[in-house]
Nanobody, 126 residues
Framework: QVQLVESGGGLVQPGGSLRLACAIS????????MGWFRQAPGKERSFVAA????????IYANFVKGRFTISRDNAKNTVYLQMNQLEPWDTAVYHC???????????????????WGQGTQVTVSS
């Protein structure tokens, strides 16, 4: 089994930044593509960003528009989401997710992710 624990959420003003982290524990010897998804109240869960196990392949949702950066440190078993230029509509619970795939595979489909964290709240408000 794999356990994922997110951290780094909080309250930030519009235009501010946050850095989310996802700590991976358990069966860390396998290759996992990792993704970030978010869900706002009353809305469907939506894809934000994903990164391959090798770290050289990334993909972002259109609404990210260069504001967010996903990265990972496999030595620390941690995945990050740097979020800049945050706007009120970025307010949501952010979840990290893991998918046991090939080293360079990547996916935006939440159904392909078997492991999920509990999420961390991000609130953007003045």
């Amino acid at each position: 089994q794999v356990q994922l624990v997110e951290s780094g959420g909080g309250l930030v003003q519009p235009g501010g930044s946050l850095r989310l982290a996802c700590a991976i524990s358990g069966r860390t010897g396998s290759s996992y593509a990792m993704g970030w998804f978010r869900q706002a109240p009353g809305k469907e869960r939506s894809f934000v960003a994903a990164i391959s196990w090798t770290g050289d392949r990334t993909i972002y949702a259109n609404f990210v528009k260069g504001r967010f950066t996903i990265s990972r440190d496999n030595a620390k078993n941690t995945v990050y989401l740097q979020m800049n230029q945050l706007e009120p509509w970025d307010t949501a619970v952010y979840h990290c997710a893991g998918s046991n795939r090939g080293p360079r595979d990547i996916s935006i489909d939440p159904d392909e992710y078997a492991y999920w964290g509990q999420g961390t709240q991000v609130t953007v408000s003045s």
